[in-house]
């Protein structure tokens, strides 16, 4: 090739290129981005109080085309209690479709023109939260206090339908505005900044980096006991004090397993605040059967607990082992967060294996053996009103009684890989998959690919026979089944 065809094949490659980079601006396919996003939650008290919600999105639109509508994902009515939907862009109101949206369904937001290519739009999505019925407490407002704690309970943009359809992904940073009386105290995710008083409320504001977005808030006319333990904090919220000595007993206990479970799977996350324990109103009815019964459950670094449990003594066993179940929730189920379809097995299996780390730390290797046949035990106490299903075909859906031995027999799979391969080798694994998956779902594939790292050997069958097959193997019984005994 000649020294001009060259050059003429260069110019020719560089206004291509030109002409390429110049579209870079407009995608493939229908898109948009949300450049700036704020959630505002108002607590507004009357007879039957209520919790305003205030969504505004600055959007762009960077697909290949104008958009004529896009759709969002919006609290159901029946566990959230929503009412007085209403939508907004660039300051007019939208006319939603009759009835929309369906529960469990998007909701179409149509515009009143086209929203052209490279244009921003602003668009204000609001509703309220009020009582719903009673249950796993999603969501709740009552005189007094208030908590959200699922992210379900905010609204969620889809991306454009269509092939290559981008758009709905938070933006690097969202903040988080809570409005409470004043009396009310208030502790939400992200980073706080300082309150603003607005008329008779305070203005709580938070910024959350979207690494670890934890949308939830909590707050109420609470008593609080901070308690210092080493270089850790415990915080009381609760409606009622509690005995001083006891709760300062309880802080030094759970701190000390928070340490465990940090030095075990790696820290949770950048920064960890102190143990916020907070007491709620609504009916949590989580880990145990009766709806008056103890339960709790986690937010990140803290939980909500029921009354039931503020009634017990908070230095007692029961007491620390529930808060303990939730608090290992930070590591396996906050910061990294199991897949949906194996939650039931691994998320709490995980739970029950990390409060059982924590109290090996405590006391030794025969706490470890003795929590290791209490599982046991509850997993055959469980079969008892239930039929045993594998692993892998558990779902939160199932009754109780039928998720519960899942809890207990996915805590004793780690147990064995343990006994079998050495701890430091299974908790560095796990510590692994916390760290690599932060902020995102993962899966026994994670956990499997994270295992055979760090023991060098293929562990699939041995995977397989726990997660596919029920029961619970010969030779885990044989180790730990005549210490049953000591545990009843």
Request: hydrophobic content about 40%.
């Amino acid at each position: 090739m000649t020294n001009s065809a060259q050059r003429g094949l260069g110019a020719a490659l560089l206004a291509t290129a030109v002409l390429l980079c110049s579209a870079c601006n407009a995608r493939l396919g229908p898109g948009y981005r949300i450049e700036r996003q704020e959630i505002e939650l108002s607590y507004v008290a009357a007879d039957a109080p209520r919790l305003h919600v205030r969504a505004t999105y600055r959007l762009r639109n960077d697909g290949d085309r104008d958009l004529s509508e896009i759709s969002a994902q919006l609290p159901d009515t029946a566990t959230f209690g929503r009412e007085n939907l209403r939508a907004a862009a660039d300051g007019r109101e939208i006319s939603l479709p009759p009835g929309a949206p369906p529960d469990g369904q998007g909701m179409r937001i149509p515009f009143a023109a086209p929203w052209p290519q490279r244009q921003r739009r602003a668009l204000v999505l609001e509703y309220d939260l009020v009582p719903a019925a009673p249950g796993n407490a999603a969501a709740a407002v009552n005189p007094g206090s208030f908590h959200v704690r699922e992210e379900a309970a905010f609204p969620r943009l889809h991306r454009p339908e269509g092939p290559l359809g981008r758009g709905g992904e938070p933006p690097a940073e969202i903040q988080l505005v809570v409005r409470a009386p004043r009396e009310f105290r208030v502790y939400a995710g992200g980073r706080e900044e300082r309150p603003r008083q607005r008329g008779g409320q305070i203005e709580h504001r938070f910024r959350l980096k979207q690494r670890n977005l934890h949308l939830f808030a909590v707050g109420g006319t609470y008593q609080e006991q901070r308690n210092a333990a080493g270089d850790a904090a415990v915080i009381f919220w609760t409606f009622q004090p509690l005995p001083v000595e006891r709760a300062q007993a309880a802080a030094a206990r759970l701190a000390a397993t928070r340490r465990a479970l940090q030095d075990a799977f790696g820290p949770p996350g950048s920064s960890l605040p102190p143990e916020h324990l907070m007491e709620t109103r609504a009916r949590i009815t989580r880990r145990w059967e009766g709806a008056g019964d103890p339960a709790g459950v986690a937010v990140p670094a803290g939980a909500l607990l029921n009354r039931q449990v503020f009634l017990l003594d908070v230095a007692s066993e029961t007491f620390l082992d529930l808060v303990e179940h939730e608090m290992a929730h930070h590591w396996f189920g906050q910061f990294v967060a199991p897949e949906p379809e194996v939650e039931a097995s691994l998320g709490e299996g995980l739970a029950e294996y990390a409060a059982l780390v924590a109290a090996e730390a405590r006391g030794g290797e025969a706490e470890r053996k003795h929590r290791a046949a209490l599982l046991l035990r509850w997993y055959d106490e469980s079969r008892q009103k239930a039929a045993d299903k594998p692993l892998l075909r558990l779902r939160v859906t199932d009754p109780y009684e039928q998720r519960v031995f899942g809890y207990n027999k996915g805590a004793l799979l780690f147990v064995t890989l343990e006994d079998e391969y050495g701890k430091e080798k299974v908790r560095r694994a796990l510590a692994h998959v916390a760290g690599a998956r932060r902020g995102a779902h993962f899966g026994y594939a994670d956990v499997l690919a994270a295992l055979e790292q760090e023991i060098g050997q293929d562990l699939g069958e041995f995977f397989r026979s726990w997660l596919n097959q029920a029961g619970i193997p010969q030779a885990v019984r044989a180790r730990y089944e005549e210490k049953i005994e000591a545990t009843k």
